[in-house]
């Protein structure tokens, strides 16, 4: 018996995120593999975007899950199911917050220890980390950001979504999203030199 259940196991999880798609809504129970296989990943980047407590992220995410079942008939087969969970994702944490009053105080995710050098692979932000940041000061650059710039800054280099993917998580077409991220490049920028220019202040000591 184990072996059969680990055998079928095996063959779920070799399976494409789109084909188990259509073999849960002929079996619910099939959807724990897709959940399986997004939950790290989705709070990772619930935490990431919302700056939320982690017990607020793994309340999102069960709703994103809840949500995602919910809607699986009305899944596009023009998008990946990942940009498609993620788009789910995205909205959910947008109407987290909206219903909130204040948002709860900044957190680190302990997951961006690699974070410099994930940022330091671009070319434009590479110069700006030349002072060697450490990497909570730019998480601090980034939490300074706007929001939708430091979501399209997450997605593009830290969550490694291409062009194609953010315009779908975001449903914006990707000319504009190429912008967002242009301008993205330019206020963390911006912000690596206010810090390094206040002497004193945090960031100072590399000026």
């Known amino acids: 018996m184990r072996k059969e259940k680990k055998a079928e196991s ?17 079996n619910a129970d099939v ?25 607020d992220g793994e309340d999102i995410l069960q709703d994103v899950f809840l949500s995602a079942y919910k809607n699986l008939n009305d899944f596009d087969q023009d998008l990946k ?30 997951g961006d220890s690699n974070l410099l050098n994930i940022l330091a692979s671009d070319e434009d932000l590479a110069r700006e980390l030349e002072r060697k940041y450490t990497v909570v000061e730019v998480k601090d650059i980034l939490d300074k950001l706007d929001e939708r710039y430091r979501e399209v800054l997450v997605l593009k280099f830290l969550e490694e979504k291409d062009y194609k993917e953010i315009s779908d998580i975001l449903e914006k077409p990707m000319g504009t999203v190429a912008t967002l991220i242009s301008r993205a490049k330019q206020q963390f920028k911006e ?17």
């Open 31 to 55: 959807y724990g593999f897709l959940v399986q296989r997004y939950e790290e990943k989705l709070l990772r980047y619930i935490m990431r975007i919302s700056r939320s407590t982690k017990e």
């Open 81 to 110: 199911f990942s940009s498609w969970i993620y788009r789910i994702t995205h909205n959910k944490v947008i109407s987290h917050f909206r219903k909130v009053t204040a948002r709860p105080k900044t957190t680190t995710y302990e």
């Open 191 to 207: 912000k690596t030199k206010d810090g390094s220019s206040k002497g004193k202040g945090r960031f100072g000591r590399f000026g």
């Open 10 to 26: 095996n063959s779920f999880e070799n399976k494409t995120d789109e084909q188990l798609v259509a073999l849960t809504l002929k």
